[in-house]
């Protein structure tokens, strides 16, 4: 099985920064991208910002220029670095990972259990 931990959640003012991690284990033959979407109360899940093992980046238009997405293809982990916080960026914040088990199997999506972030005014 496979599982993504999430961590680097929590409380900051609007300005300030956090960094998220999501460390994916388990039967990891292949991860084939790894990525972060928010959701905010009463809203849909959003993609934030994704990265395939090669370092291909997709990032949403309202975090360019402030977030960035990494990843450590030896750890099995991706990275997202929040500058300039603002309120409304105040959301669950959930690993997504698609992740190939076998070489015969084909890549299927995993998510973590989210971590929220909250951004004070």
């Known amino acids: 099985q496979v599982q993504l931990v999430e961590s680097g959640g929590g409380l900051v003012q609007a300005g300030g920064s956090l960094r998220l991690s999501c460390t994916a284990s388990?039967?990891?033959?292949?991860?084939?991208?790894m990525g972060w979407y928010r959701q905010a109360p009463g809203k849909q899940r959003e993609l934030a910002a994704s990265?395939?093992?090669?370092?291909?980046?997709n990032m949403a238009d309202f975090v360019k220029g402030r977030f960035t997405v990494s990843i450590d293809n030896a750890k099995n982990t991706v990275y997202l670095q929040m500058n300039s916080l603002q309120p409304e960026d105040t959301a669950v914040y959930y690993c997504?990972?698609?992740?190939?088990?076998?070489?015969?199997?084909?890549?299927?999506?995993?998510w973590g259990q989210g971590t929220q972030v909250t951004v004070s005014s």
């Open positions: 997504n990972a698609h992740i190939k088990s076998s070489s015969r199997w084909q890549y299927n999506e995993y």
């Open positions: 388990g039967s990891l033959f292949s991860i084939n991208d």
């Open positions: 990265i395939t093992r090669i370092g291909t980046t």
